[in-house]
């Protein structure tokens, strides 16, 4: 008997957030404490799920790189970066950079969350978004799905560091439930994911290897595509313009 979740279980089982623990009144502080903490355990659930996705394919070698960089609380902090060595303006928001990633801050309706992103948006503004989504991009639970690849290679840690970028602000700043999919069930971690593609009646991210650079949109379904840097570019566009730096 296969044990195999749908899709749609899935989705309405991940799709929703924990309960809240009753409390008495706080102060206000003690609550913002307390909504960074919550979404910071969130974050760090859903990216434990992309993780999972990759592991048959021996792309959990960057783990280590992987929590260096995401186990941070990118609600917590002022936002300085140590060490800065350039500091540049855009659309009024200042990014900073360590040499290898940039960093910048964005504010939501209640809180300031602190952005890591591998590429500055002037350097990514020349990524080809073409077509559009509607009313079931929208749907609760959002799909990353990818075609498992049969053997680890220099491309599959792009790929997997893609869906941590997407799945860490999709999930802390947008409050996107995201569950980790893949395309077809070729690999021992595929087994235990749910089998998605574009033609799936869900909210969904197509992540594609290809050597064309570009996001291209189509009803319920974005697929971000590129070779390598060419496919993080892609993925920092969709973050971009999600939050409203990059207009256009």
């Not at 970066?81 to 504010?107: I, L």
């Not at 790929?159 to 802390?172: E, K, M």
């Not at 697929?223 to 973050?239: F, N, P, S």
Request: overall charge negative; aromatic content about 10%; glycine content about 6%.
């Amino acid at each position: 008997m296969s044990n195999k979740i749908s899709v749609e279980d899935r989705a309405e089982k991940e799709g929703g957030k924990g309960k809240q623990q009753a409390w008495q009144k706080p102060e206000p502080q003690q609550m913002q404490q307390h909504q960074q903490r919550e979404q910071a355990s969130h974050h760090r659930h859903h990216e434990r799920n992309i993780v999972l996705a990759f592991a048959a394919v021996g792309v959990v070698v960057i783990l280590g790189f992987f929590m260096a960089r995401y186990a941070i609380n990118l609600v917590s902090g002022d936002g300085t970066v140590d060490n800065a060595e350039e500091s540049r303006y855009y659309n009024g928001f200042e990014f900073v950079t360590d040499g290898s990633t940039w960093f910048t801050q964005w504010k939501g309706d209640e809180l300031t969350y602190n952005l890591q992103l591998r590429h500055p948006p002037w350097e990514v503004e020349n990524v080809t978004v073409k077509g559009q989504v509607d009313w079931r991009f929208q749907m609760p639970g959002i799909f990353i799905t990818f075609d498992p690849p049969e053997n680890f290679s220099r491309q599959n840690s792009f790929l997997f560091l893609a869906s941590v970028d997407l799945t860490s602000n999709l999930d802390t700043v947008l409050d996107r439930t995201v569950i980790a999919a893949c395309t077809a069930n070729l690999t021992e971690a595929c087994t235990q994911r749910p089998i998605v593609t574009c033609s799936t009646n869900a909210s969904v991210i197509y992540l594609k290897v290809s050597n064309e650079t570009g996001v291209f949109l189509d009803g319920n379904c974005a697929t971000i595509q590129g070779y390598e840097k060419g496919l993080t570019r892609a993925a920092d566009k969709v973050i971009y313009q999600w939050l409203k730096i990059i207009r256009k």
